[in-house]
């Protein structure tokens, strides 16, 4: 059964730092796509940034530059590395994986196949 949980979240200032981390129970015998999405209140839920089988990471705009995710395989763990952090990134942060990996990109909540339950991220001005 796949589970992954999300930690890190919390409380940072504008132009401050935060590093998300999710712990994933996963198939050994699958490779999965990883990403991140957020969800603002009152918005609908957002592709953050991926990572793939090839370890081909992508991002939203809204990001680029700014967040880095990576993964750990012997962990089992996906990062989000966030700087200069933003008001407007505050929300609730998901981790989300998809199997299969048919080598595009994925950026819509519905091509993921599972999720985490989300950590809060507040960014305050």
């Known amino acids: 059964q796949v589970q992954l949980v999300e930690s890190g979240g919390g409380l940072v200032q504008t132009g401050g730092s935060l590093r998300l981390s999710c712990a994933a129970s996963?198939?050994?015998?699958?490779?999965?796509?990883m990403a991140w999405f957020r969800q603002a209140p009152g918005k609908e839920r957002q592709f953050v940034a991926a990572?793939?089988?090839?370890?081909?990471?992508y991002y939203a705009d809204s990001v680029k530059g700014r967040f880095t995710i990576s993964r750990d395989n012997a962990k089992s763990t996906v990062y989000l590395q966030m700087t200069m952090l933003k008001f407007e990134d505050t929300a609730v942060y998901y981790c989300?994986?998809?199997?299969?990996?048919?080598?595009?990109?994925?950026?819509?909540?519905?091509?993921?196949?599972?999720w985490g339950q989300g950590t809060q991220v507040t960014v305050s001005s």
């Open positions: 996963l198939r050994t015998d699958r490779t999965y796509v």
């Open positions: 990572n793939s089988r090839s370890d081909v990471t």
């Open positions: 989300a994986a998809r199997w299969p990996d048919s080598g595009r990109y994925y950026y819509s909540v519905a091509e993921y196949n599972y």
